[in-house]
């Protein structure tokens, strides 16, 4: 396999934290480590000590050392009990950094929103103060440990703060960005039952506000049958009402939010609850193909420690640092980012379109004014970039990024093409790294490392102590073997245990639909992550192909078909029977398309005026992302299915991505896989040329 080109290589690798933490190891285990390769060997092959040192050199702040990193010979499921034992705090650890010096008077937060002329900054004393409000007064208002608190928030301080605040009474955190419709919401909130949830009056996107009360209301009104006691509502706009009265007249408490902080009584401290490192910190929602989006729990000090390694090690963030990352508080890089504080760096948090005010440079503009190090993004802003040659560099723009020394992409595979364009839009000096993880493990298996050059299209590596691997995609469950030969194309695998592995699924039978996500398809012993992936024998680095399974995340946006298929069934069951929903990614493409394909009731007929309605009722109700790009009629064989009937959508989306069909299922009506391959060859073939 050729090794392609290097776009960077870090100038002073020995500077870094990865060079660091490569010589405590060294000289605590005697070891010659010299490169990445070897410190990554280390790691996966002792994942113990590993942890260990992890947890002390990333600087865990902790009431209590634990007894034990991890039980002997612990399996990958169940889930194992790292650092059994210690306590601690998610949010004392982000307001307090260990290892990190911090002066109160120093901005941690800036809040940007498309109106460049509203920044608001926070300081550290000002952020542990609204913290001690909020947790306060929601003590008050009878949050304790466990319980649920939701925001229906855009991405800023008020919305940080109430992160926070849960956590640091041990409560459980879920973020949903209000782009969302009200069925998206209320098929993730009703499974949690949240007590406590935080609204925004209204939002601010693409030069509109937005009023956010008629959806509150409607969620309001449905959460108040599963134990919603109150709403406190953010007025982020002034002159948008905030409901409190019509919420109220539906028997949930209601307050403005400056109001519920004040209602805090001053001579209360802060205080953070001391915690097993296995309490349960937030929930995020994977969809699968079938049911209900899935409300994964993820733990504190998994969560913490998976985070500092990756943004102090591998990311080199500092008291000096400053993050921006481009992200909904729906997404795993919203919290990602958020553990930014913990290393002492400050946070940019942005809520708004990429593109406004000032089109193209709406972004790069805030780069520069604020002096961010570390932009993270989708793969599909940098690819608008490239396909509108904007390069925000350009002398003619006036900017001065010079501060930037990294970006962060994720969310699909970044081009190659963009790669290279990456390096001439901005500065030469960054470390653009191609990521990769995902909400089910709240953190990343691909990251970035400054001790390895970037290669275009590749992801640097693997992160320490993840020790992945490809399987052969046609494999055997009870014969898992590994892709022969070695660089080809096969399903992402873990094969030892992690920290950050989910706690559970929310919910009855949480156990069992934790082990059917990632264990059933390779059994127990090794974690199924279900991307697939292309390991480069030369460099260790990784290639992403896509997911394998039939989750769907165009722009980055993670969602499964099911969520379609509970539009379909619940406004147009007269006129479909029945639909196959899938995500194409062709070599070419810059970006997932979502393809819906619809088999009508017998006795009506498809049409664009159908169409048009499906996609629209489907913004309506779930968001703008979920919006097929593709809507068809199927053909005369119907969906594909397997002999016991079960949707075949991997294979439909492998015919439309131009990739190998491999399929154990035997399929039922196979003609109707070739009705698709004859479809997906026609599209091509109506291409541009």
């Not at 120093?106 to 509203?118: F, G, K, R, W, Y």
């Amino acid at each position: 396999m050729t090794v392609t080109n290097e776009l960077w290589r870090h100038p002073d690798p020995q500077s870094t934290q990865m060079w660091k933490f490569l010589e405590h190891v060294n000289s605590k285990y005697g070891l010659q480590l010299n490169d990445y390769p070897s410190l990554y060997k280390w790691s996966v092959d002792n994942v113990t000590a590993f942890w260990e040192e992890a947890w002390h050199f990333t600087g865990i702040r902790h009431s209590k050392l634990f007894d034990e990193v991890l039980p002997e010979n612990a399996p990958m499921f169940p889930r194992p009990d790292f650092f059994a034992g210690a306590r601690l705090n998610f949010a004392e650890n982000l307001l307090f950094p260990g290892n990190a010096q911090v002066n109160g008077s120093d901005v941690a937060v800036i809040t940007a929103t498309e109106n460049d002329e509203h920044l608001t900054e926070t300081t550290w004393d000002e952020l542990r103060e609204q913290v001690r409000q909020c947790s306060n007064a929601l003590r008050a208002a009878g949050v304790k440990e466990s319980s649920v608190v939701a925001g229906f928030v855009a991405n800023h301080v008020q919305a940080l703060v109430a992160l926070l605040s849960a956590a640091s009474l041990g409560a459980i955190w879920t973020g949903i960005s209000p782009d969302n419709g009200v069925s998206a919401v209320l098929d993730r909130l009703v499974q949690i039952k949240p007590k406590v949830l935080f609204s925004d009056n209204a939002t601010l996107y693409n030069g509109k506000e937005w009023s956010g009360k008629a959806k509150t209301l409607e969620v309001v009104e449905a959460l108040q049958k599963h134990g919603l006691e109150l709403v406190v509502v953010v007025k982020g706009l002034q002159n948008f009402e905030t409901g409190l009265d019509e919420i109220r007249a539906k028997g949930v408490k209601a307050e403005e939010y400056d109001e519920f902080l004040h209602s805090s009584p001053k001579e209360e401290p802060l205080v953070f609850a001391q915690l097993p490192p296995s309490h349960p910190l937030y929930v995020l929602y994977s969809s699968g193909t079938t049911g209900l989006p899935k409300a994964i729990v993820h733990t504190a000090a998994g969560t913490l420690l998976q985070h500092k390694k990756e943004l102090l090690i591998h990311s080199n963030l500092s008291p000096r640092s400053r993050m921006l990352y481009y992200t909904t508080t729906s997404w795993m890089m919203h919290h990602w980012s958020v553990s930014s504080l913990s290393c002492g760096a400050s946070l940019v948090l942005y809520s708004g379109s990429p593109f406004r005010p000032h089109g193209y440079l709406s972004l790069p503009r805030l780069l520069s004014s604020l002096k961010v190090t570390h932009f993270g993004t989708s793969a599909a802003y940098l690819t608008t970039l490239e396909a509108n040659n904007v390069r925000p560099i350009d002398p003619v723009h006036n900017l001065d990024l010079s501060s930037l020394e990294a970006i962060y992409s994720t969310a699909a595979p970044l081009p190659p093409s963009t790669f290279a364009f990456v390096y001439t839009a901005f500065p030469s000096t960054i470390n653009l790294a191609s990521i990769t993880g995902g909400t089910d493990i709240i953190s990343l298996f691909g990251a970035p490392c400054p001790l390895l050059p970037v290669r275009a299209g590749e992801v640097q590596c693997a992160g320490l102590g993840m020790a992945i691997s490809v399987i052969d995609s046609a494999s055997d469950a009870s014969d898992p073997r590994p892709v022969d030969p070695v660089g080809s194309e096969g399903d992402l695998v873990c094969l030892k245990p992690f920290p950050c592995q989910p706690l559970t699924f929310f919910g009855p039978g949480g156990d069992d639909k934790y082990r059917a996500a990632y264990f059933e398809r390779f059994g127990t012993t090794m974690w199924h992550h279900g991307d697939f992936v292309r390991m480069n024998p030369s460099t260790g680095a990784l290639v992403m192909l896509g997911r394998s399974d039939g989750v769907l995340k165009p722009a980055g946006v993670r969602f499964g078909s099911a969520e379609i298929y509970n539009v379909l069934t619940r406004f147009f069951a007269s006129e479909v029977e029945d639909a196959v929903c899938v995500g194409r990614r062709r070599e070419f493409d810059r970006d997932e398309t979502v393809c819906l394909f619809v088999v009508m009731v017998p006795g009506k007929s498809f049409s664009s005026e159908l169409r048009d309605r499906i996609k629209n009722v489907i913004k309506r109700e779930l968001s703008p992302r979920h919006v097929p790009g593709v809507v068809e009629e199927c053909g005369p064989a119907g969906i594909p299915r397997t002999g016991n009937g079960k949707k075949i959508e991997v294979a439909v989306k492998q015919i439309l991505s131009g990739l190998k069909v491999k399929t154990n299922a035997s399929v039922a009506n196979p003609e109707a896989l070739e009705w698709f391959r004859t479809w997906a060859k026609a599209a091509e073939e109506q291409l541009p040329k």
